[in-house]
């Protein structure tokens, strides 16, 4: 039996500091065993600050400080909780019941303690012969039948599909179009005028234009110049020819010296054009990319670049003249007078180079 020495010791040790009373925390019936040392003992009771336990111990685990192991089984797996506690006999020598008071309640056990008993409190765990499992639903949910689709179901689900399949293979042709354009094709800013080999007639003198015919005949005159010197200069047709006039050919114009008038062009006189180039462009002529002429109604034809003579061309020139020679065969598909735009391809494939 304990002394009231013994009590009062038992009373000091039993109720840590941070706790007001000794009962402040009740003990619950809750399962789990406590190993002390190498022994298995049973659990009665348990609190945050002590748990009851029976089963056998030496006489001396009698008040002595032991690390004890709180074990909780669950179904499937176990809670270890690692603490130090003081042990008392609870009883009379016979008595195999002893108290297990925590020396520092407040430690990291505290935390999955705490949970477990607020667990058991509110019923959350239910207790099953001597184990602890979860209170789940216990009714499994029926499963919803699945409904029949119709053919007209199975149909507007196909034109879905192949209508999101169509427009994304659209997509990716758009695309692969605009990355092939912006690889393959680089076009000239300058717009190409095609026009046709001939011979200038140039103002002789400088004066004012007396007389113009436009449709003057091999040996007739074609326009009189009043020159400043006042005397009057007259030009002949020298050959049998068509005329082009510019725009400074009539009556009244006011010329220059060596202003042109008139192109005469031969019946059997080739197509021909002249452009400039930019140093990108001719870089591309040089490094094999083809020149073609691309027109407004979708027509591309195939030409040869002719540059002239860099040391003619001015130091500050962003650009270099060119001769634009076009093969007879495709002169027919063009008419005098259409303006095309000037384009280098770059074949992304060797062996595509298909020569004027």
């Known amino acids: ?35 002390v040392g190498d022994r298995r003992m049973e659990g009665k009771s348990l609190s945050v600050t002590k748990a009851c336990v029976s089963g056998l111990l030496g006489p001396a685990a009698n008040w002595k400080r032991q690390p004890v192991i709180l074990a909780f089984a669950f179904e499937g797996f176990v809670v270890s909780l690692f603490v130090e506690a003081d042990v008392y006999k609870d009883g009379d020598k016979e008595s195999a019941d002893f108290e297990l008071v925590f020396n520092d309640p407040m430690a990291s056990h505290l935390g999955p303690l705490r949970y477990i008993l607020n667990s058991h409190l509110a019923g959350d765990l239910v207790t099953m012969g001597r184990f602890m499992e979860y209170a789940g639903p216990t009714e499994v949910k029926a499963k919803t039948q699945k409904t029949k689709r119709t053919f007209m179901h ?47 007639l140039r103002a002789t003198a400088a004066g004012q234009i007396t007389y113009a015919n436009q449709n003057a005949n091999a040996g007739d005159v074609v326009y009189s110049i009043g020159a400043n010197t006042g005397s009057l200069l007259s030009v002949r047709m020298p050959c049998d020819c068509a005329i082009e006039p510019t725009p400074e050919f009539y009556e009244g114009a006011t010329v220059l010296a060596g202003s042109p008038l008139v192109k005469l062009v031969a019946a059997d006189a080739e197509l021909q054009a002249t452009t400039q180039i930019s140093y990108q462009g001719v870089a591309r002529l040089l490094a094999g990319d083809r020149p073609e002429l691309v027109f407004a109604d979708g027509r ?28 007879e065969a495709d002169a027919a598909r063009i008419s005098l007078g259409e303006t095309a735009r000037l384009r280098f391809r770059r074949d992304l494939w060797p062996g595509n180079n298909n020569a004027l």
């Open 300 to 327: 591309i034809v195939p030409v040869a670049l002719e540059l002239a003579d860099a040391a003619d061309a001015p130091a500050n020139a962003d650009a270099v003249a060119a001769d634009i020679r076009i093969s």
């Open 154 to 200: 199975r149909l507007r689900d196909g034109a879905r599909a192949t209508t999101l399949a169509a427009l994304s293979i659209g997509l990716i042709a758009v695309a692969a179009n605009v990355v092939h354009q912006r690889v393959a094709f680089n076009y000239e800013a300058r717009p190409v005028l095609i026009d046709q080999q001939g011979d200038l």
């Open 1 to 35: 039996m304990k002394t009231e020495t013994d009590a009062a010791l038992h009373f000091d040790q039993a109720v840590p500091g941070g706790f007001v009373y000794e009962n402040e925390h009740p003990q619950l019936q809750i399962p789990f065993t406590a190993h």
